[in-house]
């Protein structure tokens, strides 16, 4: 008999878990077809891994074990589906039923699947991003489903106990259930809404590892590689969708910086203050070639593109000084045109300081003083703060980081403000 | 992390069977698709290349083909969640040839990336 505890036996089930994050979304998602529900998708899924920790450790991996899950896992399926049917047709046998579900429990065609992993991919991501969920029922459910990560990753990656995301991945799938939500691509109509949902949770998911909104850590790397995979497998996916490339081209470029983003003591490093040489070149390279990719599209440039172009500018830029800040200037007044924002506006700010100076900059920041939105947005303090500090106005830049400090939740990040605004204080 | 897969093998006798640069495209293709292969190509015989030594102070130049019984073939750069995802991709590479070319004999090298 295997041993459970021996060092081969631990290898086989780590190999196992390896196999599993690799191939569990395309099982999901084949799975999700078959069954049209992916409740049942994701427990069938479930099974089939334990029946390889049971059997794999005993009988060894099997030649092609991607395969091997798939084929189990279709089986299981249809055993499931069949049962559901013969379910249904006793319950309308015995009238109980009136509704009859037949239609959707007809004999599942699970030998046309292979054709399909890209669209069932899909067909999962548009669900679990679907806009009858919660922002975090949407996200937590992307990671688990499409991403594979366990509920445990989940909640440590977004500092949320781990019960709690169990709950709200529950809750999706009932939610999904309940509104009897299509297990589809959404029409051509409804295909760029949809779209905007799926690109949101996924920049979410970035954004939280890029600029931690809470915790100790200012940066979350692995919720940036998490959201970056994610990425990369829907523009394989949606090879022609212009946002889709320049939301990949986006976290590409941003998250080439991230070695430099961090100081030796996990202190926050500020684009102008990075050394340009740890910028990740590789990221950097992917990003601009799914930028020119983009580019080459017979579409306009959406929200993502045009931020992916701004952060083109960085990345082609060997230093602050070097920065085409003018283009940058110009792409945000595209950007304000394509999603009037007060935070876009905060940013064309940031810009006009480096194109202009900082009197500039602080005239566009000052129009934003009063807008309800950024009444507790850390940045607003922060960047008056700094461009105040620019023209010398040491006292008035000192209480701007000091609300800003006040404002942050991230623990890094108040650290630098409070230290900035000791600066200032001391002229 | 990440992982960079360096290939090698002796000179094989027989040229590769066309088969199995099909499989590998498709392969590659399915780790690209899966957002995990992040870079990868072919790489000449070192006859192209050269070596950069430096011993004793003493910089030399030497142009291949390098005295090595085996030749590296081809890199890949790949962004994982674990050695193990890693180590399967590489069997999944090496599974191709195993099934393509009878009688071939090489080795991948997994080594993690500093710092990812």
Known sequence: MADPTSPSHRATRSAIEAVWRIESPRLIAALARITGDIGAAEELAQDTLVIALEQWPVQGVPDGPGAWLMATAKHRAVDLVRRRARYERKLQEVGRDMESRQETYGEPDADALDDHIGDDLLRLIFTACHPVLSAEARTALTLRLIGGLTTHEIGRAFLVPEPTIAQRIVRAKRTIAGKKIPFEIPAPGELAGRLASVLGVIYLIFNEGYAATSGNDWIRPELCVEALRLGRVLAGLMPDQLEVLGLTALMELQASRLPARVGPGGEPVLLTGQDRRRWDRLLIRRGLAALDRAGRLDAAPGPYAVQAEIAACHARATSVEGTDWERIVALYTVLAYLTPSPVVELNRAVAVGMAHGPAQGLEVADRLANEPALARYVQLPAVRGDLLARLGRFAEASEEFTRAAALTGNERERALFRARAEECSLG | ?116
Do not use: C
């Open chain 2, 1 to 116: 992390m990440r992982y960079l897969m360096l290939l090698s093998a002796a000179n094989p006798s027989t040229p590769p069977p066309p088969e199995l640069y099909e499989a590998i495209m498709k392969l590659g293709g399915e780790a690209t698709q899966a957002g995990v292969l992040l870079d990868t190509a072919g790489l000449l015989p070192s006859a192209a290349g050269a070596t950069v030594t430096l011993a004793g102070a003493q910089l030399t130049v030497t142009d291949g083909p390098f005295t090595e019984s085996k030749e590296l073939i081809s890199y890949a750069l790949y962004e994982v969640r674990s050695k193990e995802e890693a180590i399967e991709w590489a069997s999944r590479f090496m599974d191709l040839h195993r099934e393509l070319w009878p009688g071939w004999t090489g080795t991948t090298q997994v080594l993690q990336v500093m710092g990812s």
